[in-house]
């Protein structure tokens, strides 16, 4: 409010001078508009931000000061083959558990939810059991599988077998990765789907079914489009949790990012320089979904403000204009009050 | 019923075969419905014939609602039963037992059917022309090039031409309710029903949205209307039906029911109201 005040004081003479003499209430002879305003002292909020700093001056400090960071090390593997190969396969994890589990996830959500007290049940189990085993537990049971079911057949329940397969050809140790994460992406997905489709406003089922659309058609294109409104945020949540969850399937010796990093460092003994490596990529890799789920969440929220906010990007142009027009007003002499608040929205 | 007739044509005669008028379009026989405990319909007998408006009047809870939403089966009916020219409404007879349709033909009987709600109920992540084109497109299989056409009729018809790009949201509450009145147009049904489609309307909106269903029943569509609007009723209707405790207390022309009510109840209920 401050640089308005002043401003709007502007034309009707040196606002200092004004505010100094004029004395009384506000309301006084020289209306309020012709007062400077004196912002109150934070002097702690000063002091904790001076604290702050000097720590992450500190920090900064000693990570470029302390040589076991080995920084020469950390660039020599940042980009290596091995390296780069292992972040593939951990996207390729993150991607397919993704899709799989929140396809699975979707079916258990409108299980839970359709009349059928069977399918309801069912899904209800699903979740329970999945989300009551610890991930790596589980991973390991699906390692393991061939073990617990040497083939794998179908045929008729409690029947002959029709066609079958050894458990192990069928499911890789990759194979095995990618189920464990999706069944237990699914059940956490589920509730995130759940929870988006109870949000979306009963009027719009009656509307769809008064309008005759047909059930599958109304799912897909009134209820789930403004379920995933509320699905997003957390569905945001649960993939960059599933990104950094997949370094778990180290366990199956499976050459994802964090299994490759401990193979060469203990290899070469550099354990830091390596776990920094990893930190770096597990960084860029979520920083590049969350802009993503930014731009996903707004698609989504289309026709939901009467004027949708602008991007990032939109208020980095604007305010680069604003800028512009501040400094070509700096040439000109004078410029009334009210047209320079209305540049600088 | 259907659009396809000029605005201007007289009620009943649009067609051109004076038999039309006295087909009966609505049917309802002793109807019951509750929730739980509550009983909220208690024997509803109804008949509207095609070309008219018939307008339903009665205290709040008085069961118009609920009725309105038996018609086309968003409620199940407990007894009784309705017919929408001449096909039974969520069952099929056989003999003398009624047998519960799937919701797949329930949702074709409903295209049938024109339903607009108290709060509008578009799809506000759908442009309007997209709310307009999505159920004739999915329910009945039209090209989409013919839908967008006809949403664009239309919308121009109840005076929105130019705003198909737009979010319902970024429309007024008239305006959205006309929007959901050609959404209702688009499946060309042969009856529409209106649940109390200005009550959700601040008051120097109501008239755009009257008006838009006076042409409509000027053009001889086939039409129940449950409202509060008694001037509406009273320039429209060709029959009131007055409602009160889940039964229908008096209906006849409007001149008898609102200006010589025969009942106690409907007396009382108007010299509230009016």
């Not at chain 1, 945001?236 to 399937?249: A, D, F, Q, R, Y």
């Not at chain 2, 609505?26 to 014939?49: A, I, N, Q, T």
Request: charged share 20%.
């Amino acid at each position: 409010m401050r640089p308005t005040a002043t401003t709007a004081a502007a034309p009707s003479g040196d606002p200092s001078a004004t505010g100094a003499t004029a004395p009384g209430p506000p309301s006084g002879p020289g209306g309020p508009g012709s007062l400077t305003v004196v912002p109150a002292r934070h002097p702690a909020r000063w002091a904790a931000a001076l604290a702050v700093a000097v720590l992450a001056a500190q920090f900064t400090h000693g990570l470029a000061t302390n040589p076991v960071w080995e920084w020469d090390v950390f660039r020599g593997y940042l980009f290596s083959e091995t390296i780069v190969q292992a972040v593939g396969v951990t996207l390729q994890l993150t991607a397919c558990a993704t899709v799989l589990g929140f396809l699975l996830g979707t079916v258990l959500a409108f299980m839970r939810l359709s009349r059928s007290p069977v399918l309801a049940t069912a899904a209800w189990t699903y979740i329970w059991i999945f989300r009551s085993i610890p991930m790596i537990v589980q991973l390991v049971f699906w390692f393991n599988l061939s073990a617990l079911y040497e083939e794998l057949g179908l045929g008729i329940p409690f029947g002959p077998v029709l066609w079958s397969v050894d458990s192990d050809s069928l499911i890789g140790t990759i194979g095995a990765a990618v189920v464990g994460l999706s069944l237990h992406q699914a059940a956490y997905a589920a509730e995130i789907v759940r929870g988006g489709v109870v949000s979306v406003d009963h009027g719009q089922l009656e509307a769809a079914a008064a309008l005759g659309i047909p059930r599958l058609r109304q799912i897909r294109r009134i209820v789930l489009p403004q379920a995933m409104r509320a699905i997003l945020p957390a569905a945001g949540n649960e993939v960059v949790g599933l990104l950094k969850g997949t370094s778990v399937v180290y366990v199956m010796a499976i050459g994802e990012l964090f299994y490759q990093v401990q193979v060469v460092y203990g290899r070469t003994g550099r354990v830091i320089p390596l776990l920094l490596v990893a930190t770096a990529w597990y960084v860029v890799l979520t920083s590049v979904l969350s802009v993503a789920q930014y731009y996903v969440e707004r698609h989504f929220a289309r026709g939901a403000d009467r004027t949708p906010p602008p991007t990032p990007l939109q208020r980095a142009r604007r305010s680069l204009r604003a800028l512009r027009a501040a400094a070509a007003r700096r040439d000109r002499p004078v410029v009334p009050a009210a047209t320079l608040r209305g540049e600088n929205r | 019923m259907t659009l396809s007739k000029s605005p201007a044509s007289p009620k009943g005669a649009a067609d051109g075969t004076a038999g039309e008028t006295d087909r009966v379009m609505v049917d309802v026989r002793g109807v019951h419905k509750g929730f739980g405990p509550l009983e909220v319909l208690r024997g509803v007998d109804l008949r509207v014939r095609a070309g008219e408006v018939t307008v339903v009047l009665g205290p709040s809870g008085s069961g118009k609602s609920t009725l309105l939403r038996t018609i086309n089966h968003l409620e199940k009916v407990d007894r009784g039963w309705i017919s929408v020219d001449g096909e039974l409404i969520g069952y099929r007879r056989s003999g003398d037992k009624l047998y519960e349709l799937k919701e797949k033909e329930v949702l074709r009987q409903r295209t049938r059917i024109g339903f607009v709600f108290q709060d509008f109920n578009l799809f506000p992540h759908l442009t309007v022309e997209e709310n307009l084109v999505e159920a004739p497109v999915s329910a009945l299989r039209r090209p989409r090039k013919e839908a967008r056409e006809t949403a664009r009729r239309l919308l121009e018809r109840v005076g929105l031409a130019g705003r198909a790009g737009t979010y319902p949201r970024q429309l007024s509450g008239g305006q959205q309710q006309r929007v959901a009145i050609a959404r209702a147009l688009a499946l060309e049904p042969k009856v529409l029903l209106f649940d109390e489609p200005t009550s959700a309307l601040d008051p120097e909106l109501v008239g755009e949205v009257l008006d838009v269903i006076k042409d409509l029943a000027r053009s001889g569509t086939t039409m129940i209307v449950v409202t509060h609007e008694i001037g509406f009723a009273r320039e429209v209707a060709d029959t009131v039906v007055f409602m009160d405790g889940g039964v229908v207390v008096e209906q006849g022309p409007p001149s008898a029911v609102l200006d010589n009510p025969r009942q106690e109840r409907t007396r009382a209920f108007l010299s509230k109201v009016l």
